[in-house]
């Protein structure tokens, strides 16, 4: 039975010869001529003239998947992300010379027959018969961009792309309908420039302009006859042919070509033997796709623009849609990075911090008043080589965005927040609390928001120092980080109050933790992130409005069409005097208090330190009226660890404090970002001092310890102590109230 194979489906021959029948169907059908039966076509069966007139006559041609260019805020190159390197030109600004070597080598009668080419449908019919198989294809050009179409939308699915490309007569025949369609709706021209724009060259490169710039650095309008004959061979096999790999094959390949555009008089002869003469000349351009190339350090900040569009419903309801816009590509993404600001951020981050250090610095920056992100750095550069100490752990943001899974906790550089909370109460600045050392507090007398008591037992805490003993009022406490001071002020202000402000300014846990109601929170207790800490501080320098963190400013599509983005949100967290009483205040934290080190000279500025228990984490986070940045250091790999008696950057310190490591590093970031001529002030009002505080500050200062470190160390436990310190004991009015406490819901602004 020679007309079967083992398997007792149809031979090469007889599947040719039905293929044969269908396309002159096919042809037929194109004409409006009436055929008799299908039998005297060779047709294998009436079942497959009727599935054939069944197929949907309209072909969804996808649109190319091309590179998306994400930008800066000066409209300079970040990188460029694609998951098909193409970009779609239109058929004037490809070489003549390429459009005639493609059809010369894949269709050579392209200009001459429809959709399909039935002398060379005949030919390898014969061919293949001759063979006892298949050796020889009968694909017009219009058919194989039909195929491609199909391979474009199964993007990088491997089972739809099997399908796409399955050697089957029922996809032949679905792909010929459609390419009857093709040729009778979009012409010759329009398909060569699409099928020029859709194939695959090789080396990662779809289309031709992507391919004349991987092989050769140029446009494809400016290719030469002997470069177009090497792209055209290349269509067959991007493989086999591959010039950077087998330049043997691909100049026999070339050869081809040229001889082939001879034959069918587009060049002569003696054009084609000088171009064969010519050796293959490359200039290989290497593929630079993702945040991974990212200039100047920017590929943290490049990954959270590829999150934030994948994330966002602002791009599409699903992550489905929006993984689809993100793959789809062809965008221009014009982001928020400040070039300026971006080049001090990544010298702050690697100044202090060696990427081979056991701990790693990450600074973020945002603008007061419109959210935007102006930089993201880190000491480690962003990459995959851990063997380089390259990371892709964004240690600015949260796991959502790339980051770490919950943040870090944030020590003292929450007591601000707990002091607007007091302020927006009513309670003066002059407000003094007098406390040993170390306290123990009734959680009871913490209120949540639903009434209750924050828990049972006593909250036990301490300051850094014994000397740090005695009577302090708020503008003190803040400038020394007087942790006893904070929890009575905390308790006066309230919990439930002190929570809820926070997370008006945008303090908020990762992955969807809500902050927890505990009197710990006003050491720092919970986590956040360096982003929300750089914004919730923004709020102060925008004299009360907190404004969400945004790293896109525009999106154009591949038409240049403008796609909607995400904007910043604003809103009045609190009164415009709380939030100019604590820019005076932490001013002076930077002028004479633990962030001494940090301060600027030639501007108002103002901040905060911070480090939690054992020295896990430590804080700078400090701003100017127009600008916020949060400097952060700490263990980014496996258990954290403490940092005392470590060097880093190749300084030794016994241990790392707020206000000596991620101090310096913000005033590297923010001297390097600022412009000297634009220097603009916090808006000046009086602070209320307690009773004699100037005064009393020097006799204690003279008894400080003056090496003794940081003075901000929090307790960094959500969880409170079990029960008193032997021997301490509460003056009645310490807990609960005092004699300038205000009404409840006190816009802060008339102090006693």
């Given at each position: 039975?020679?007309?079967?194979?083992?398997?007792?489906?149809?031979?090469?021959?007889?599947?040719?010869?039905?293929?044969?029948?269908?396309?002159?169907?096919?042809?037929?059908?194109?004409?409006?001529?009436?055929?008799?039966?299908?039998?005297?076509?060779?047709?294998?069966?009436?079942?497959?003239?009727?599935?054939?007139?069944?197929?949907?006559?309209?072909?969804?041609?996808?649109?190319?998947?091309q590179?998306?260019?994400?930008?800066?805020?000066?409209?300079?190159?970040?990188?460029?992300?694609?998951?098909?390197?193409?970009?779609?030109?239109?058929?004037?600004?490809?070489?003549?010379?390429?459009?005639?070597?493609?059809?010369?080598?894949?269709?050579?009668?392209?200009?001459?027959?429809?959709?399909?080419?039935?002398?060379?449908?005949?030919?390898?019919?014969?061919?293949?018969?001759?063979?006892?198989?298949?050796?020889?294809?009968?694909?017009?050009?219009?058919?194989?961009?039909v195929?491609?179409?199909?391979?474009?939308?199964?993007?990088?699915?491997?089972?739809?792309?099997?399908?796409?490309?399955?050697?089957?007569?029922?996809?032949k025949?679905?792909?010929?309908?459609?390419?009857?369609?093709?040729?009778?709706e979009?012409?010759?021209?329009?398909?060569?420039?699409?099928?020029?724009?859709?194939?695959?060259?090789?080396?990662?490169?779809?289309?031709?302009?992507?391919?004349?710039?991987?092989y050769?650095?140029?446009?494809?309008k400016?290719?030469?006859?002997?470069?177009?004959?090497?792209?055209?061979?290349?269509?067959?096999?991007?493989?086999?042919?591959?010039?950077?790999?087998?330049?043997?094959?691909?100049?026999?390949?070339?050869?081809?070509?040229?001889?082939?555009?001879?034959?069918?008089?587009?060049?002569?002869?003696?054009?084609?033997?000088?171009?064969?003469?010519?050796?293959?000349?490359?200039?290989?351009?290497?593929?630079?796709?993702?945040?991974?190339?990212?200039?100047?350090?920017?590929?943290?900040?490049?990954?959270?623009?590829?999150k934030?569009?994948?994330?966002?419903?602002?791009?599409?309801?699903?992550?489905?849609?929006?993984?689809?816009?993100?793959?789809?590509?062809?965008?221009?993404?014009?982001?928020?990075?400040?070039?300026?600001?971006?080049?001090?951020?990544?010298?702050?981050?690697t100044?202090?911090?060696?990427?081979?250090?056991?701990?790693?610095?990450?600074?973020?920056?945002?603008?007061?008043?419109?959210?935007?992100?102006?930089?993201?750095?880190?000491?480690?550069?962003?990459?995959?080589?851990?063997?380089?100490?390259?990371?892709?752990?964004?240690?600015?943001?949260?796991?959502?965005?790339?980051?770490?899974?919950?943040?870090?906790?944030?020590?003292?550089?929450?007591?601000?927040?707990?002091?607007?909370?007091?302020?927006?109460?009513?309670?003066?600045?002059?407000?003094?609390f007098?406390?040993?050392?170390?306290?123990?507090?009734?959680?009871?007398?913490?209120?949540?928001?639903?009434?209750?008591?924050?828990?049972?037992?006593?909250?036990d805490?301490?300051?850094?120092?014994?000397?740090?003993?005695?009577?302090?009022?708020?503008s003190?406490?803040?400038?020394?980080?007087?942790?006893?001071?904070?929890?009575?002020?905390?308790?006066m202000?309230?919990?439930?109050?002190?929570?809820?402000?926070?997370?008006?300014?945008?303090?908020?846990?990762?992955?969807?933790?809500?902050?927890?109601?505990?009197?710990?929170?006003t050491?720092?207790?919970?986590?956040?992130?360096?982003?929300?800490?750089?914004?919730?501080?923004?709020?102060?320098?925008?004299?009360?409005t907190?404004?969400?963190?945004?790293?896109?400013?525009?999106?154009?599509?591949?038409?240049?069409?403008?796609?909607?983005?995400?904007?910043?949100q604003?809103?009045?967290a609190?009164?415009?005097?709380?939030?100019?009483?604590?820019?005076?205040?932490?001013?002076?934290?930077?002028?004479?208090?633990?962030?001494?080190q940090?301060?600027?000279?030639?501007r108002?500025?103002?901040?905060?330190?911070?480090?939690?228990?054992?020295?896990?984490?430590?804080?700078?986070?400090?701003?100017?009226?127009?600008?916020?940045?949060?400097?952060?250091?700490?263990?980014?790999?496996?258990?954290?660890?403490?940092?005392?008696?470590?060097?880093?950057?190749?300084?030794?310190?016994?241990?790392?404090?707020?206000?000596?490591?991620?101090g310096p590093?913000?005033?590297?970031?923010?001297?390097?970002?600022?412009?000297?001529?634009?220097?603009?002030?916090?808006?000046?009002?009086?602070?209320?001092?307690?009773?004699?505080?100037?005064?009393?500050?020097?006799?204690?200062?003279?008894?400080?310890?003056?090496?003794?470190?940081?003075?901000?160390?929090?307790?960094?436990?959500?969880?409170?102590?079990?029960?008193?310190?032997?021997?301490?004991?509460?003056?009645p009015?310490?807990i609960?109230?005092?004699?300038?406490?205000?009404?409840?819901?006190?816009?802060?602004?008339?102090?006693?």
């Amino acid at each position: 039975m020679p007309n079967k194979r083992s398997g007792g489906g149809l031979t090469g021959t007889q599947q040719a010869a039905k293929f044969l029948g269908v396309s002159v169907l096919a042809g037929a059908v194109l004409a409006g001529i009436a055929l008799p039966a299908a039998g005297a076509l060779g047709l294998a069966a009436k079942g497959t003239v009727e599935g054939f007139d069944e197929i949907p006559s309209n072909l969804k041609t996808p649109p190319l998947s091309q590179r998306t260019t994400i930008l800066d805020s000066e409209g300079g190159q970040i990188a460029t992300v694609y998951s098909r390197d193409r970009t779609v030109v239109p058929l004037k600004d490809i070489a003549p010379t390429m459009q005639k070597a493609i059809v010369a080598i894949e269709d050579a009668r392209f200009y001459e027959h429809g959709a399909v080419d039935l002398k060379g449908v005949l030919r390898a019919l014969n061919k293949n018969a001759q063979a006892g198989g298949v050796s020889e294809g009968a694909s017009t050009l219009t058919q194989q961009y039909v195929k491609n179409v199909f391979v474009e939308e199964a993007g990088d699915d491997p089972e739809k792309v099997a399908q796409a490309t399955q050697q089957t007569l029922g996809r032949k025949i679905r792909e010929l309908k459609y390419a009857i369609q093709v040729e009778e709706e979009l012409g010759k021209k329009k398909i060569l420039e699409n099928y020029l724009n859709i194939t695959f060259f090789g080396q990662q490169a779809y289309g031709v302009e992507a391919a004349s710039q991987r092989y050769f650095s140029k446009r494809a309008k400016d290719l030469k006859l002997e470069e177009s004959a090497l792209l055209a061979g290349l269509v067959q096999s991007p493989s086999r042919f591959d010039p950077v790999n087998d330049n043997e094959e691909a100049t026999k390949r070339r050869d081809i070509v040229l001889q082939r555009m001879a034959d069918v008089h587009d060049i002569s002869q003696e054009e084609a033997d000088k171009a064969k003469a010519t050796p293959i000349a490359l200039k290989v351009s290497k593929p630079k796709n993702g945040c991974i190339t990212a200039v100047k350090g920017s590929g943290f900040f490049c990954d959270y623009v590829r999150k934030t569009i994948l994330n966002d419903p602002v791009f599409g309801k699903t992550e489905e849609e929006r993984s689809k816009l993100w793959n789809l590509g062809g965008l221009t993404i014009r982001t928020t990075l400040s070039p300026r600001a971006q080049a001090a951020a990544n010298e702050a981050a690697t100044a202090k911090v060696n990427k081979t250090d056991g701990v790693a610095a990450a600074v973020v920056q945002v603008q007061p008043g419109t959210g935007k992100i102006l930089s993201m750095g880190q000491s480690r550069p962003y990459g995959l080589d851990q063997k380089q100490n390259e990371t892709v752990l964004n240690l600015s943001v949260g796991g959502k965005m790339g980051g770490t899974t919950y943040g870090f906790q944030v020590g003292s550089t929450f007591k601000p927040i707990t002091a607007a909370a007091a302020l927006e109460k009513g309670i003066s600045p002059a407000q003094t609390f007098s406390s040993p050392w170390k306290i123990s507090v009734p959680m009871a007398s913490y209120r949540t928001c639903d009434g209750g008591p924050a828990g049972g037992g006593q909250w036990d805490l301490q300051n850094e120092l014994q000397s740090e003993a005695g009577s302090w009022d708020m503008s003190s406490a803040l400038g020394k980080s007087i942790n006893t001071y904070f929890a009575n002020l905390e308790q006066m202000a309230g919990l439930c109050e002190t929570v809820e402000l926070a997370r008006k300014m945008g303090y908020e846990r990762e992955l969807g933790k809500k902050l927890k109601e505990l009197p710990s929170i006003t050491l720092g207790g919970q986590e956040s992130t360096p982003l929300d800490m750089a914004a919730v501080y923004a709020t102060f320098a925008n004299r009360g409005t907190y404004c969400t963190p945004v790293a896109i400013e525009t999106v154009t599509d591949a038409n240049g069409k403008r796609i909607k983005v995400p904007g910043s949100q604003c809103s009045q967290a609190m009164s415009e005097q709380t939030a100019d009483s604590i820019n005076q205040m932490l001013k002076g934290v930077v002028e004479d208090g633990t962030g001494v080190q940090a301060g600027l000279q030639d501007r108002d500025n103002a901040g905060k330190t911070g480090t939690t228990n054992d020295r896990k984490d430590a804080w700078f986070v400090g701003y100017t009226p127009n600008l916020s940045t949060a400097v952060w250091v700490g263990d980014d790999v496996g258990e954290k660890q403490s940092m005392f008696n470590i060097t880093i950057g190749g300084q030794y310190y016994p241990k790392v404090c707020g206000g000596c490591l991620p101090g310096p590093i913000w005033k590297i970031a923010m001297t390097g970002a600022l412009d000297a001529s634009e220097t603009p002030g916090f808006n000046p009002v009086s602070i209320p001092r307690g009773n004699d505080k100037e005064k009393d500050e020097k006799k204690r200062d003279r008894n400080r310890d003056r090496d003794r470190g940081d003075e901000d160390r929090g307790r960094g436990d959500d969880k409170p102590g079990d029960g008193p310190i032997p021997g301490i004991s509460i003056p009645p009015d310490l807990i609960g109230g005092g004699a300038n406490r205000g009404q409840d819901g006190g816009g802060g602004g008339n102090w006693p």
